[in-house]
């Protein structure tokens, strides 16, 4: 698996590409067609293991409003013994998204998801769908290269969101091996962000960092912090009609204990490394993209969950 995926990116990005298009800007945005914001979308599974990371900005469109599905594959052991089981678990999300500008430094980033999830277990098939929790984020640009002339371009931006507890919680999942089999964490969360992307004629490097910290909710269950890193290398072309962005790059998550009643709970932290590639492709108003993220290294509750792999598409409306 890991030969093939080294081979399909390869092929990828040797293909033929030609100039990309740019913009100017007061402040000028080198990267306001290849940002990509790196939020995790922790709510794409109801968060702790089982972070969506699959990002939370279009590529080519830096103010889009789009929709945008997640498949998330995992296993996890149907028991507490080291000869349970395994059952295979698959989190899927719809989400609507959007980022829009309030000024010349200013975005605000929103996402609405809805999930549907099942697994099967020994007993049988297991099964929950509804609303998610809606994140809100804003970002400003801290600094960024104000003339599209200078040999190397970048931007750095730093952010701040929150997560509403509008999906649902059932504390009844906690006693599974994968507490985050949940439609919602039940809590208020608040993260911090940063991004640095540098670019020098059409390829370019973006690297992220951020922190999600989680609080308990009403049932008295806390998820753990999680903490979020990616570096992504991108390519700019432009051919015939279509602007192509391929991407390929590597992102990893770190998560803390999760608590119950202020107490640590046993098998509930971990981390994990993913490699990544994707593209993004747009024709005038319209995009679409399609990502893909595979585990390189992963340590998730004690090995009691394991991750198979991660895609998504989106289709996107440039405002």
Known sequence: MKNTFLILVLSFLMGKTAEAHTEKDSIYYPFRNYSMFFGDDCD??????????MGFS??????????RYIHQSYKSRDGVFNNSPWIDENFNTAQIWTRIPLGKRIEVMGLVPYHFNNREKTTGKEGIDGLGDITVMGFYTLFGTKTDSAAVLHKFQLGAGIKAPTGKYDSANNGSINPSFQLGTGSWDYMLASEYTVKKN????NAILNYIFKTENEKKYQFGNQFNYAATLFYSAKIDNLNVVPQLGLAGEKYEDNKDHGENVPLTAGDILFGKMGVEVGFKKLSLGLNTMLPINQNLTGGRVEANYRWSVNLNYSL
């Open 44 to 53: 794409a599974c109801g968060c702790s293991a089982n972070g969506g990371s």
């Open 58 to 67: 279009s590529m080519l469109n830096n103010n889009f409003v789009g929709i």
């Open 202 to 205: 059409n390829l370019g490097l």
